[in-house]
């Protein structure tokens, strides 16, 4: 997940954005970059009809450290357009569900706590705390939460500009079992 300079731009632009951008250990792209592949429905089918119109990726340490033992934290700016708008005006809830699956196995790719074995989404469960308008750019974030085996325990936010939390989950992802040759 590449970021250009001009979203980097466009992001650091907004001071509530630049703020989390100055924190240490911030890794714009993520740590392992290589690790994630491309997801048509984000990457491209979202990118449509003023979906998705600018993004960027980074990760760090969820306490802002730079130490490399710290809880991986993933978080994703996302400047939305008409085109995931459901009710008038409202950014659909769908639309928020994928992207906070999305989100959390970015973060888990990203920050290689699957030990790049790849993963799989057992189960997301979203609450709507707040009605988010749109178009708007949003915060996104992952972390890690806990891990039980190959069971890995994310929880995600979106919260808007004002700093309000608008979307929370909890989602369990699984590391798939080590190829045999």
């Not at 469960?125 to 996104?140: M, Q, R």
Request: proline share 4%; hydrophobic share 40%.
């Amino acid at each position: 997940m590449s970021t250009s300079q001009e979203d980097l731009d466009y992001f650091r632009a907004i001071p509530q954005c630049a703020k989390l951008l100055d924190q240490p250990g911030v890794h714009i792209g993520g740590k392992n970059p290589a690790t994630l592949t491309r997801n048509p429905l984000i990457d491209e089918t979202l990118r449509l009809n003023e979906g998705i119109i600018r993004t960027m990726y980074y990760s760090q340490a969820e306490d802002g450290s730079t130490a490399a033992d710290g809880p991986p934290m993933g978080v994703q700016f996302l400047q939305l357009g008409k085109g995931v708008i459901g009710q008038p005006g409202m950014i659909h809830g769908a639309f928020q569900s994928a992207l906070i699956d999305n989100l959390t196995g970015t973060m888990i790719a990203m920050t290689g706590i699957d030990q790049g074995r790849g993963m799989l989404t057992l189960g997301l469960n979203i609450s709507f705390k707040k009605l988010l308008f749109g178009p708007t750019v949003v915060i996104a974030k992952a972390w890690l939460d806990r891990m039980e085996g190959r069971k890995m325990f994310i929880r995600a936010s979106v919260e808007d500009l004002e700093g309000d939390v608008c979307t929370t989950a909890e989602a369990l992802w699984i590391i798939r079992r080590e190829q045999k040759l």
